[in-house]
Structure formats: structure tokens, C-alpha cells
């Protein structure tokens, strides 16, 4: 007559038998005493080395206790279980002598027997008052049982016919349970078996099976309980992970803040030095102007003197303080480039914990230093003397009519570049002699143009009149842009494996540039280029930067980064000239940006639109022995000329000319210039005549 829940109630979670001097944890989860202690034993073992409180976990609910100092005896007594074992064994001796016909409550008689029991209210309850009594709050929490209403286990089951006899025996050819008075009668001639010995087989089975789903659920809960250690051990070592994180950060803040204090000191002490240098400067100058003002007032007034005489007397004196201003027509440019005085940042600026910038303020350079640098500073009108004032220091003056730095030469009329068509090459396909989306192309020395298909996979190789000379096939290659170098190789960007790879022309031998920052970094490679050191340039799309790698790849700069203002937007191609310096084609924001070969940022051109002078979505660039700008201005179909400044010239090709979306070109040192359009799948080759400005 014992339920399920009765038993589950008295059972101990970890020996898995009847709860002996149980004991209650915080969780009112309760164990025997010897058990909970081997259990208590055991956690510490396995957890006290990770952690520093010294806890267990509940072998129920696995929620962490903390262990007691002097063991099991620290928790409280479980009383619950006693009572109810005394209130289980007064049910079970009313249970066994009679049957409960009347409820405790209602005190109604029923024909059959009650089947719940109260064991703190020690009253049988019918199903109408047991709901009562569970839904009222101050009887809820009572130990209730739930009796079975059939018979006794000492008692028979009674054969369905013969009411008087006990069903003893189970007919197998009908699958019905008889008594011996129906062997004799309907099922003499069937197949019956004895109930109490075919049962005990099964019985035997079962408990077998039963013992070992304890030993596989022990197994369980010992994984269980590791379990809850490792996530114990985790927890702690992410809190730990977080603490120092944060303790390294606040301590890398700080010093970023002492570094800025110190550094903002710095720029102060210089700022004030060089202010205090052209204060002096300019005090001098203001000397200069009044001693030479005064001097040339004397002059005017002597001349307006009708007085002979008096003119003679004054002439020695002025002709002699005439006479002390020895002044000597020499070229300098002291005056005309930015003072050394205005170079305003300390050389003791530089790297600041890990964030590096620029040692010096990078000015944007005039047209006279760049005419200098380009080999046209005879070109600057205006002339500058240097006169030597007796009596005073050196000082220097401009004579001519307008500033160098704010004239423009016009010396000489201009010669504009001329493209006439040498060849046409293309047209879509897989053959010979046909491409599939040509975006990278390049002349080789020897005047052999280069193409890349993108459509295709593969390289071609033709003469500059577009003969066809060789095909390189690039297995699971999707190539994009390309540079070429020595030895018969080419680099070119990989969008399927998104990396350079490096080609040999001669043996198709394929080698790939598995960096450490390409993984890093390096997200969709589109355009490259390579300097005479062997260095390459990048471009990203998906990071959109630009980068300066060596010739192995390893990450050196990031071009731009000094002026975090100064982002690209979705750069393309790539093209360096003779000097090593590099030309950014930043598509997005419809700009071509220079910058020399240490990274350094020179300049940029152009804007949005489609006048003279601007650009929408440029991508090839390429530039000749004289540094000419040639520059593909997709989004206008054309292509349009610069000088090295980046002052507009002329529209080179234009749609007129069958010209439809460029984007790559390429430049040979003999004046060719070679015009990709993927679109058309087509590459025209131009001859190029009068390509050097004479004022440029």
C-alpha cells in the first residue's frame, strides 16, 4: 500500500536508499548523515585547488553550500523524515486491519475505500476534500499520500467468473486469467501456466535491469557533478580573465592620458620658442622697412628740391648711406619655402604606447616646392634679392610685382598629349585570342601586354600590335589586378582565395604570399602594385586601406593613417611612377591620392562630377617617364590626362572614341597606353604622341 511518492520522499539521493539520521541542507534537500559526509569529502577534494571557499555541491539541485567547519552535524536535523515514518507506519497498521469507508472531513461514507491520507492532519480524505485541502495555504505544505484502492498485497486477485476462487493461473491460448475451476471446465485442453512461477523470471529481468540503471544513473551523476566543477572553474577564470583585462586597460588609459600631458607640455614649450623666433624675425624686418622707408623719403624730397645748391649739399650724405646698402641679386629660398622655424612638431614626438603617427607635421607642399622638386624652379617669376644694410643684420626682400607663390607659369603654350589606335583586342569567349572580364593589365619591358581575366582564370600575353603570344592558365584563380616584376613573374591579387600570389611566366609555377597579416588584415585584396625595392601595395575593399607590405608580405603602414579624417572610400587600382611615389585610386570618393614610398601622404585631385578636371568613380591609373597622369574616369567613360601636380590637361579618349567603362590601364616606356574595359571584354592599345607638357 505504499506509493511511489511515499517512498520517493523517504529515499536518500546518493546511497538511493531509506533516508537513516538524515540531515537537511539549505536547499531542504535532505541525506543520511554518512552519506552527506562522504559526499562533503569527496567535492573538496576535487574543487578545493580552483577554488578558494571551500563548498560542495547539492548532489539534487546542484546549487554550490558552503562546507560546514565541523561537518554534517553544522546542518540541521531533519524531523520531517521521522514524523513521517511514524505517521507511515500508523497508516500502514489502520491499513491493514481495515478499510477506510469515511472521510476525516466531510465524515460522508463511501462504498469503496478512501485513497488519500493526510499524514499531519492523520486523516483519510475523500478526492472533494483532498482539493480543499491542498488549495487552502495553511494546509498546502502537508505530507499528503495517495492510497491504492485495490487489494492488499497479501490479497488474491479473484477469477472473473468464479468469484469464490483466486486467479492463480493465466491461459496463454486465450490471454486470460482463470482459476482451477475453469481449467476443469472451458480450457482443459489449452495451453496454462502457473502465474506465480512465470513471474518470477520477468521479476528477476527486471531487477537486474534496475540494478544496472543505478550504476549507469551513479555513473551520471558523478559526470554531472565534474560537469558542475569545470562550469565552476570556467566561471572563475572568466571573472579572472575580465579583472585583468580591465586592471591592464585603466593602467594603458593612464599612460595614454601621462603620455598626451607630457607630449602636450612638449608642443607648448616648442610652440612658444618658435613664436618668440618669428617674433624677433618679424621685429627686425619691421627695422629693415623703416630705415629703408625713411631712407627712400629723403630721396623723393631731394628730388623735388628746385634748389641746386641745396641738392648738392644733401647729395653726399644720402649718396653715401645709398652706397652702404650693398645689395647682391641672388637666388635663395629662404623666404619662399616654410621657415625652419615653422616646422612646428618636436623631433621628440612619436610612438605613444602602441598608437604610432607621424614624427613630424607633414605640410601640403606649395607649387614652388613641388616645381622645385620636378626640376622647373627657373620657371617662378618674380626675383629675390638679398640686401646687407650697414650697421644691421642680413635682410631679405622681393622685388617684382606678385608673389612666386601666388603666380602661375605661362611661359610656354602647352602640348597636350594625342592617343591614336594601335590595335583592338577581345571579344568575349574562352578561345584564344577572346577574354572574359580583362581588369588587370601591364606592359612588360619589351612591350608584351599582360592580361588578366578575371571571367576566365587565366593570363594572357600579346605583342602591342595584338598578337597572340602565350596563355599561363591559373588553376582555382580568380585574378583581379596585377604588377609586374623581375625575372618573369607577376604578382596579382587572388579573389577566390582573397591573397597575392606571385607567377612565374616561364614555368606557370604558382606560389602564394601566406602572410601573417593577410589573415589579419586582409579581407578582399583588390588592387597591387610594386616598388623598385621590391615592396607592395594593396588595397582592400572590405577594410577599405591601403597598405604598404615588404616584399614578404609582413605589414610596414597604413596609408592615410596619420590624418584620421582622410578614409577611403571603396579604393580600386594602384600605379607607382619612377620615383617610387604611389597613386591611390580612392573610386568612392572620385579622388586619386599620392603619396610617396614611405607612405607619407603628397597630395590629391579631383572631385565628383563630369567637367574638366573631375572624376566619378575612377579606377586604373597609370603614369609616364615624364609623370603624366593618366587616369581611367569609368563613371564618365573616358579617360582623362593630369600633370604631375594633378592639374587637369585634356581628355584623352573619350565614348566618341568606343570607350565604355575603363578601368584598367597600363603604360609602356615607349609611349604606349593599353585601355581595359571588362564590360566590352575588349582592350584597346594607343600610340601616344606629344606626351610632355612643356610647362609641366
Known sequence: MESPLTSELLQCAICLGELEDAFALPCLHSFCSQCLQGHISVSQKKVSKTLKLKRFPCPTCRVWINSPGSGVLDFTKDFRVVKLKDALKEWKKKGSSEKILTCGLCEKDFSDPLDHYCADCQKYLCAQCCTYHNSHSVLSNHIMF??????????????????????????????????VKCIMEEHGNHKVINVQYSSNP??????????????????????????????????????QTKLQIRKHSNKMINHVYQEQSRLLKETDVDYQQKYDDLSRRKENCKGFIHHLTNLQSKLES?????????????????????????????????????????????????????????????????????????GHSDQIPGRIYESRVKGRQDMKLFHGRSSPIASHPVDHKPSYPVAKLLCHIGGKGTKQYQLSLPYGIAFSADEKLVVAENGNGRIQMYTKEGVFLKMVPLPRCCPRSLSLLKDQKVVFTDENEKCLKIINLETFEISSITNRYTERTVSFPFGVASLCDGRFVISDMIYETVTLTSSTGVIEKQLGEEDPSNVYDNPSYLATDSEDNIFVSDS????????????????????????????????????????????ADAGNDRVVVFSRLGFFLSV????????????????SPTGLLAVSMPDKHEIFVYQLDNSIPSQF
Open 302 to 374: 631731394l628730388l623735388r628740391v628746385p634748389d641746386i645748391n641745396t641738392v648738392l649739399d644733401n647729395f653726399q650724405s644720402l649718396l653715401k648711406d645709398t652706397q652702404d646698402t650693398e645689395t647682391m641679386e641672388i637666388y635663395t629660398k629662404e623666404l619662399v619655402d616654410i621657415p625652419k622655424c615653422a616646422q612646428y612638431m618636436s623631433s621628440n614626438v612619436g610612438k605613444l604606447g602602441h598608437i604610432i603617427y607621424g614624427d613630424q607635421t607633414t605640410f601640403k607642399p606649395t607649387c614652388i616646392d613641388l616645381h622645385k622638386k620636378y
Open 146 to 179: 495517495h492510497v491504492s484502492s485495490g487489494q492488499g498485497e497479501n490479497e488474491s486477485i479473484k477469477c472473473t467468473v468464479h468469484l469464490d476462487e483466486q486467479m492463480k493461473y493465466h491461459c496463454e491460448t486465450c490471454s486470460l486469467g482463470i482459476c
Open 202 to 239: 520477468q521479476k528477476v529481468e527486471m531487477r537486474n535491469s534496475m540494478s544496472q540503471l543505478q550504476t549507469q544513473l551513479s555513473l551520471l551523476n558523478e559526470v554531472m557533478f565534474n560537469l558542475t566543477s569545470i562550469e565552476g572553474h570556467i566561471r572563475s577564470q572568466h571573472e
Open 588 to 631: 568612392g570618393n572620385h579622388k586619386i591620392k599620392v603619396y610617396n614610398k614611405y607612405g607619407m601622404f603628397l597630395f590629391q585631385f579631383g572631385n565628383d562630377g563630369v567637367k574638366e578636371g573631375q572624376l566619378r568613380y575612377p579606377k586604373g591609373i597609370a603614369v609616364d617617364n615624364n609623370g603624366l597622369i593618366y587616369v
Open 652 to 667: 584623352l579618349v573619350d565614348r566618341k572614341y568606343g570607350i565604355e567603362r575603363p578601368t584598367g590601364l597600363a603604360y
